[in-house]
């Protein structure tokens, strides 16, 4: 940490500070300096207008020197949980990156740039910061499951009753929440786990699991299928 922002700090928490440890200065004297120092201190900070939102917690992945006041950015610059879940999401984003070098098209930078916006859109939320911390996880989650980034359980193939050779094909993954894929013909589904009950949801997708069976949902108001695991 730069020694301007220790001495904020301190000033900012009432605790004396000396360059000098050894210094043979009375205590008035040390209290006199100490405060003169802080005071100044304190008037260039509000007369130079650093954001409030920039402290010396844990940093984002990005510089929040320049972002906006009042921004979904600003929030995230302003505290350490979402401010980990954004140095998570840049790490995981990399490691997906590597993972989609032979992707045609390439869609991850355009679905990455669309949940950001997406992201942004917490400031319509009556609790901003906890659908930012929704976001970060939902979409942490995605690209571990989606690029395979963390231990799996699977495949598991399911026969399904609505035709003859019907399955579905899924893979559990240990991300926060649980996911899995789910794969039919050539359509994938990712779903997340919200409860303990073994339910799975998708976009338009669920999953009901229950021991060797499990009632199975493709599509937006489709008929249940009912399945068993072979």
């Not at 954001?51 to 972002?67: E, I, K, N």
Request: aromatic share 8%.
């Amino acid at each position: 940490m730069p020694p301007s922002q220790t001495l904020a700090l301190r000033c900012w928490h009432g605790t004396p500070y000396s360059e000098n440890h050894n210094t043979r200065a009375s205590p008035m004297t040390v209290l006199f300096s100490y405060r003169t120092v802080c005071k100044r201190l304190l008037l260039a900070i509000a007369t130079l207008g650093i954001p409030a939102h920039v402290h010396a917690g844990v940093a984002p992945s990005f510089d929040c020197t320049h972002v906006e006041a009042g921004s979904i950015e600003a929030d995230i610059c302003a505290s350490d949980d979402l401010a980990i879940l954004d140095r998570q999401m840049d790490e995981v984003y990399r490691q997906a990156r590597q993972k989609a070098t032979d992707q045609h098209p390439p869609t991850l930078a355009a679905e990455q740039r669309g949940w950001i916006k997406g992201r942004n859109e917490c400031w319509k939320s009556p609790d901003r910061m906890a659908c930012i911390r929704d976001q970060y996880q939902l979409r942490i989650a995605e690209l571990q499951a989606l690029y395979r980034l963390v231990a799996s359980d699977g495949p598991h193939v399911y026969g399904c009753d609505d035709a003859p050779g019907s399955e579905v094909v899924i893979t559990r993954f240990k991300t926060t929440p649980p996911t899995l894929v789910a794969e039919r013909g050539d359509s994938v589904s990712l779903m997340y786990l919200f409860d303990g009950g073994g339910v799975y949801q998708g976009r338009n997708e669920t999953f009901i699991e229950r021991e060797d069976a499990a009632t199975v949902t493709w599509g937006y108001g489709a008929t249940p299928m009912q399945c068993r695991k072979r």
